[in-house]
Every structure is written in structure tokens, then in C-alpha cells.
């Protein structure tokens, strides 16, 4: 199958690696030469190039760019492409994507591979990025089947997880799993900085061992991802934070009535939870 790419950077070139993996003639399409060379090189694609027309073969189209970019360049890119070419994206927020794309292409499925990596760009992508991860397909009503079916299809060689959900739910789980922690995050460093005791700061970070780290990852990562996540999925993501502010007064709460029975059962009931987001539930 003829299979195109829009956008070359970590997510975009690993899938072009897996792609050509599975036999598919990957092409591919980035805003620089540079990056169209480079990918060639590295082997995500067979062929790159910045002319779009070069999609104009390809069955299916994956739309890897940035979410500010997501729509934009699916206006440019639909004047290439023949009506019965399937286009899917990857973005992290689905809901105001759909929307748009929907009515304008019949053969659209959004779609949101749950991978990534703190590096970024072509240099970054690797074989195996989307394997055993989870890969959400968000049709609607007006989704042909065979639109469904065959990025499915893809999806499965890519031995990704298939989720199917509405895009609204989608982006209400997110918001819980994906764009608070990076907000959480952001908020943590942005305190620790805030110290104002010459000496305290210094060895603050001279101490930061792997807590801060795992917990601060997110939250240092690329600034244009985090704002888009704001700004895409604004109403969700505020929902969430207004919770997560309610829980941490209560942990303020019990910490400055010295309530240790209390924090200690909330402590608990978060170690019995924590396995069903990480998927490290004990066996029965």
C-alpha cells in the first residue's frame, strides 16, 4: 500500500519506519529539504519531498504535524488528493479536529497513537515506538467503515492497542491522563524555582534525584506541545485541574490539622489505585 506522511518528526518518522517495515512504500512530506533528505537517510521513508502533490498516490494519509498545524495543512493538502484517499491524524485532542475535518473529507478518522518520547524531530524517531502502546480511533456517525477498517488494519501492524471512543471522550480521558500531568508537572518546577533562599535553590538541585525527575519529565518537555494541549482542549483540561486542586486542598488540609490516620488512608487507596492506570495489576 501506498502510504503518506505529513510531517516528519518523532511520531511521524517512527511510524514511516514501522511502515516500511510491514512492506508498505512510505512517502513522505515536511516543510524543509533538509528534514526530506534526512528521512530518506534514516529510512523512515522510500521517498520526501516539500511538494504535496507527492501524496497524490497514496491510499491513506497520516497527518503527523503539530496540532496547530493539523488543520491548516489539511486544507492545502486536500487539494492533491483524489476523493477516495483515507486521511487520518495523530493529534492529542480529537473533538475540535473532527468537527472541522468531518464534513469537509467523508474519508477522515482521527486518530491518537498514545507514544512518544522526550526528543523530538526526525533524529528522534525509532522502530517500535507505537508497539504494545495504546492507539485510540475516534470515528463518528458519518465514518465510512472502510475508512474505519483499513487505518484499523494499519494500526494493528503497527502492534498498537486499539481504542475505539467517541472524540468528546476521548479528550475528557486525556485531559486526566495526558494534559494534567504536564500542567501538574510545569506547576512543580515553576514552585521549586520559586525559592528564595540563596543557598536552599542551589541544592535543591544538587539533590534531584529520580522523583523529581519522573515527576517533573512532562512538565519540562516541549512548551508549544503543553500550550496546545491548553488551548485544544481547554474546558476538559480546566475541569481537571479544578479536581486536582480540590484534592490537593484536602491533603493541605489533613497535613495542617496533623490528620495522619486520614492521609494515611488516602495514601493508601492511591497505591491500590495507581495499577489501573499503569497496567501493573497483581494477578488473582
Known amino acids: 500500500m501506498n502510504i503518506g506522511i505529513l ?24 516543510r524543509r529539504e533538509s528534514t526530506c533528505h534526512r528521512a530518506v537517510a534514516l529510512g523512515c521513508v522510500d521517498e520526501a519531498s ?19 498545524h493539523i488543520m491548516p495543512t489539511f486544507e492545502q493538502l486536500i487539494a492533491h ?6 486521511v487520518t491524524d495523530v493529534g492529542s485532542v480529537k473533538a475540535p479536529i473532527v468537527k472541522e475535518i468531518s464534513p469537509l473529507w467523508n474519508n477522515f478518522i482521527g486518530g491518537h497513537p498514545m507514544a512518544g518520547r522526550t526528543d523530538s ?12 502502546k495504546p492507539y485510540v480511533l475516534t470515528p463518528v456517525a458519518t465514518t465510512p467503515i472502510r ?73 519540562g518537555g516541549n512548551p508549544e506541545l503543553g500550550v496546545m494541549m491548553a488551548r485544544y482542549n481547554r474546558s476538559y483540561l480546566l475541569r481537571s485541574l479544578l479536581h486536582y486542586r ?14 495522619w490516620v486520614a492521609l494515611q488512608e488516602k495514601l493508601e487507596l492511591n497505591q491500590q489505585e495507581r495499577p489501573r492506570f499503569t497496567g501493573q495489576l497483581p494477578e488473582l
Open 147 to 219: 475508512a474505519i477498517t483499513v487505518v484499523e488494519e494499519i494500526v494493528r501492524q503497527l502492534g498498537a492497542t486499539i481504542y475505539n471512543s467517541s472524540p468528546e471522550e476521548h479528550d475528557r480521558a486525556v485531559s486526566w491522563i495526558s494534559h494534567l500531568p504536564v500542567m501538574v508537572s510545569a506547576s512543580l518546577i515553576a514552585a521549586c524555582i520559586s525559592e528564595t533562599e540563596p543557598n536552599v535553590l542551589p541544592l535543591a538541585q544538587k539533590l534531584a534525584s529520580t522523583g523529581f525527575r519522573d515527576t517533573s519529565r512532562v512538565g
Open 7 to 30: 510531517g516528519l518528526g518523532l511520531i511521524g518518522g517512527s511510524l514511516g519506519l514501522d511502515l516500511r517495515s510491514q512492506g508498505h512504500y512510505v512517502l513522505g512530506v515536511s
Open 121 to 132: 524531530g526526525i533524529e528522534a524517531a525509532i522502530p517500535n515506538l507505537f508497539f504494545q
Open 50 to 68: 516539500v511538494d504535496m502533490n507527492l501524496l497524490a498516490v497514496a491510499e491513506v494519509v497520516f497527518i503527523c504535524t503539530p496540532l496547530a
Open 81 to 86: 488528493l483524489p476523493f477516495t484517499t483515507v
Open 246 to 259: 480540590h484534592n490537593l486542598d484536602e491533603f493541605i488540609n489533613l497535613i495542617e490539622q496533623e490528620d
